[in-house]
C-alpha cells in the first residue's frame, strides 16, 4: 500500500523559511515523478511544484519560482519542499503526492494526509 | 491562478444524475488529458478519473468523464449521499513550463 506521510509544517513568520519532508513507502519510489499540491484554507488545489524520477527536472507554479525548491533523495525514499521568503498567501496545507505512471501516466495517483504551513506574524 | 472554470456548486436528491463542466482553453483541455479529482469532507484528494474517461479500480462506475473540445464534464449518476465531496477538474497546460492547473472546484450536495 502506498504511503505518503508529510512533515515539517508549522507556524513562521513573514520572510522566514520552512523545510518539508515527505517520507513514502509502499511502492517503487524512483520510479515516480512525484509533486507538491497545496490547499489554502476553505479554498481549491493549487499545484506547486513537481520533480523528475532522477531529480534532473523541476518545475514550479510562477508564483513560487526563486523561493521554493523542491527536491529529492531516492536512496531515502524522501521528497522535500524548501520554503523561503515566505508570504501570507502561502499559508495552505501541503500535500505531497505521486505522480502516476503507465496507464495513469499525467494523474496524481496517491496524496499524503498533508501538513499545514502558516504564515502569520 | 486557476485557468480552469467550474461551477461552485451542484446539488441533487439520491438517485438522480449530476454533471459538472470544467472549462478551459486550447493549451491545456485542448491539447492534454482530463483528469478529475474528489475530495472528501477533511480527507486528502483522491483520482477519479484519469485520461478523459479512465476509473482506476475502485472507483464505481457510477462516475463518468468526457471532454469535447476545450470542456470536458463529470457526471454522477444514481447519487448518492457518500459522493457528497468537492470535485476538481485538473490537466496539464502547455502554455507554460510544466504547469499542472487544477479547476475552480465543485461542492456537491445531496439534498
Known amino acids: 500500500e502506498v504511503h505518503l506521510v508529510e512533515s515539517g509544517g508549522g507556524l513562521v513568520q513573514p520572510g522566514g523559511s520552512l523545510r518539508l519532508s515527505c517520507a513514502a513507502s509502499g511502492f517503487t519510489f524512483s520510479a515516480h515523478w512525484m509533486s507538491w499540491v497545496r490547499q489554502a484554507p476553505g479554498k481549491g488545489l493549487e499545484w506547486v511544484a513537481n520533480i523528475k524520477v532522477d531529480g534532473s527536472a523541476k518545475y514550479y507554479v510562477d508564483r513560487v519560482k526563486g523561493r521554493f525548491t523542491i527536491s529529492r533523495d531516492n536512496a531515502k525514499n524522501s521528497l522535500y519542499l524548501q520554503m523561503n521568503s515566505l508570504r501570507a498567501e502561502d499559508t495552505a496545507v501541503y500535500y505531497c503526492?505521486?505522480?502516476?505512471?503507465?496507464?495513469?501516466?499525467?494523474?496524481?495517483?496517491?496524496w499524503g494526509q498533508g501538513t499545514l504551513v502558516t504564515v502569520s506574524s | 491562478q486557476s485557468v480552469l472554470t467550474q461551477p461552485p456548486s451542484a446539488s441533487g436528491t439520491p438517485g438522480q444524475r449530476v454533471t459538472i463542466s470544467c472549462s478551459g482553453s486550447s493549451s491545456n483541455i485542448g491539447s492534454n488529458y482530463v483528469y478529475w479529482y474528489q475530495q472528501l469532507p477533511g480527507t486528502a484528494p483522491k483520482v477519479l478519473i484519469y485520461?478523459?474517461?479512465q476509473r482506476p479500480s475502485g472507483v464505481p462506475d457510477r462516475f463518468s468523464g468526457s471532454k469535447s473540445g476545450t470542456s470536458a464534464s463529470l457526471a454522477i449518476s444514481g447519487l448518492r449521499s457518500e459522493d457528497e465531496a468537492d470535485y476538481y477538474c485538473a490537466a496539464w497546460d502547455d502554455s507554460l513550463s510544466g504547469f499542472y492547473v487544477f479547476g475552480t472546484g465543485t461542492k456537491v450536495t445531496v439534498l
Open positions: 503526492a505521486r505522480d502516476g505512471n503507465g496507464d495513469y501516466d499525467g494523474a496524481i495517483d496517491s
Open positions: 485520461k478523459n474517461t
